[in-house]
């Protein structure tokens, strides 16, 4: 049996959406505490910009594009749980967590290549960052599809499709900072 | 939020692909004011496109974009109060020492 | 919830038995909860305590072995003080004050079963233990704890060859990210569920200020942690990795941890201090039988002092190499936020004026909270002046300063705290008569301890050093018997809290029993049993009004309880 406490709405938001909005806010502050220190970095070591001409812009925008169209399936799949459609908001959330695992396949392939290369994380001010910031990107990335799959499961049997929601603006806000570290990364030369 | 009108989900992601493109393509003019805007600036619009409509805050209640809007304001704040230190090279006591050596050692291919 | 599945949420006659470890360690009940986190914060007081204690002999008897510890090396001293900071700080007044009360009372005060979501609760506290033990077991590492100081300033925290604790300071920077995250779990925990799950009826402007300022903590602490979880990232790094992110050797600096630091740690302050303000507000409105003076002005100078908190952390970087110009800047907004604080004492001032003060143990403490954190409050003006913080800076005044604010939250506010609402946690009361003798003897052996510091610190004796005897200007004789003076009253304080802890054990299972509202309160908590029973009301209340209506005209009793229609 839930306490009531978890039923109740005095605020006109539901609880779970209420509670993904802070748990974005809290994050809003660890990347922007990470991203203003690189930026920071960047801009008074103009050296920088020929390490960053190293990093692969074609891959960066392939991954851009995986995460822009996963943003989309989640979108989808939220759409077809307020319809009542839990089946497919599973079907939909299981193409999100393949753009997910795309991503993440991809980020390896890319890392693997850089380091055999000798761009290691502690090559140099620009390669801590990008590893550093890409990295704790992409453990949002897994642990999103982590718990993306957990929520198909139920949203499957039709079970809590609000979850659906909650996952999917959590994956917009992933998708959100790869948005940014995309040109801070990669463009930016 | 099952009273509102669903944008068409398509038609923003055709936009997003479309800026996307444009920001690979920006930096290809060679011009370090174009790179800025086409790197930048789009992906504030990209952001934007992304925030309002998927993850729906255009719906959402006011005070969800301005708890948002705060952190961010929050960042610049930190970051105004932090670069005049650390993006300083030079005080009158000490310098940082520029690490060209290590530039140097960076392997190239 | 699972274990609790067949058990109604509302008609709670059907109580089956649980065993012990599903009702008192893997409980999802909030008050259960709370009482985790107040202990652990206890127990974990002892251990902060015990090493004042050691460094304070040190001090005091430099070279000597001190009893129940043995001879203090350099390296012991550096990780005594460091972990001393870090544990009152991180786990002692974050828990007890915002975890442990904020948890027991969110739910009782604004009329609720419990938290809008029990597991991730129970989950919050689990991490918050690991993170205890982690930092426990980093002193028995090999090279011992961290002693680079908790505010962990690199490089002395990032290369192990300068602070030779190559795990001692990688598990402290472990433990203090974990904690972090058990708090961010917790405050996004309070924030919904004030939020959302207040009784019927209850607005804003309903619910008691202790409520509102642990909300308010809640979300200063997640908007500034932010910046330290990634710095704490890129600190572990420059540990573990070999990146060079505080290295300037390698194109970092080192000034960019200090302001990653700082802006968490002067909010961190105000979270601290913000819940033992409003814990003093309820006391003093239930003991002087007064509406509290201007809830709605206290509450915006809340919101405000929270904005503002954003803005003057540098002041604690004055002699860091920062920019002159931005000094200036910090200066201003450092004594511009003294303003509200010093409001808000006036108001609390204002509440008392006229009423009809009963001077009960809680009671006591409250008033003494205001008395003291005025000290620290006023000494903080000297410090946030960039000239004279010239002089100050790393001083002993500096020292006592922060322990004239943080020792009157941390200690005087959670003591008001426990004192208050131990009946309604435990169902007895405690010995007013010990209670008092309790009181008396902290605060006054408190100032005898910190009023030298400030002296010495005035006469320029610097922080975070061994032995005096190795700096002649101050090896005097005057100024070591201000340390002796300092070092005994600790001993005295010490020895004081044990009639606390007994007083505390022996009202646990001897205490006289207490009824539903025993100080004639008018807030939701005292309208549940003594102690609440799981899910708190057979039938969860209606508010009516403000949590502060005390002698009424109108009524024939000094008080109108927030669930009475009328």
Known sequence: MRPIATTRSASGTPTGRLAVWWVIASEIVIFGGLLASYIMFRLSHPEWAEYASHTNTWIGAFNTFVLLTSSLSAVLAHQAAEAGNGKKAAKLLYWTMLGGITFAVVKGFEWNMEISHGFTISSNGFWSFYYTAAGLHALHVIAGVVIMGIVAQTAKQNLELHRVELIGIYWHFVDLVWIFLFPLLYIAK | ?109 | MAEHAGEAAHGHDGHHEMSFWSKYVFSTDHKIIGMQYMFTGMAMALIGGFMAYVFRMQLAFPGEAVPGFGGVSPADYNSLITNHGTIMIFWVAMPVLIAGFGNFLIPLMIGCDDMVFPKINRLSYQIFLLSAIVLIVSFFVQGGGFGGAWTAYPPLSAKAEYSLTPLGSTLWLVAVALEFVAFLLGGINFVTTTMNSRAPGMKMYDIPMVIWMIVVASILFMASVGPLIAGAVMLFMDQNVGTGFFDPGKGGDPILWQHLFWFFGHPEVYVVLLPAMGIVADIMTVFSRKKLFAYRTVLYTVFGTGVLSFTVWAHHQFIAGVDPRMAHIFTITTLLISVPIAEMCFVYIATLYGGSIQLSTPMLWALAFLAEFLIGGVTGIFLGASGADVYFHDTYFVLAHFHYTFFPIAIIGVFAGITYWFPKMFGRHLSEFWGKVHFWGTIVAFNCIFIPLFMLGAAGQHRRIYNYNHFPDLATPELQRLRVIATSALLVMLAFQAVFLINFFYSLFKGKKAEKNPYNANTLEWTAASPPPHGNWAELPRVYRGPYEYSHPDRDTDYWPQNEPN
């Open chain 2, 1 to 109: 939020m099952s009273e509102h009108a669903h944008p068409n989900y398509f038609k923003i992601w055709a936009w997003l692909l479309v800026l996307l493109s444009i920001s690979v393509a920006g930096p290809m003019l060679e011009i370090p004011v174009v790179t800025l805007i086409t790197a930048f600036g789009i992906a504030i619009v990209k952001a934007y496109l992304v925030a309002r409509n998927f993850m729906h805050l255009n719906v959402e209640k006011k005070y969800v974009v301005y708890l948002l809007t705060t952190m961010v304001v929050f960042m610049l704040l930190f970051f105004a109060g932090a670069a005049p230190d650390v993006m300083n090279q030079e005080g009158d006591q000490w310098y940082k020492p520029k690490v060209e050596a290590e530039a140097a050692a960076t392997p190239h291919h």
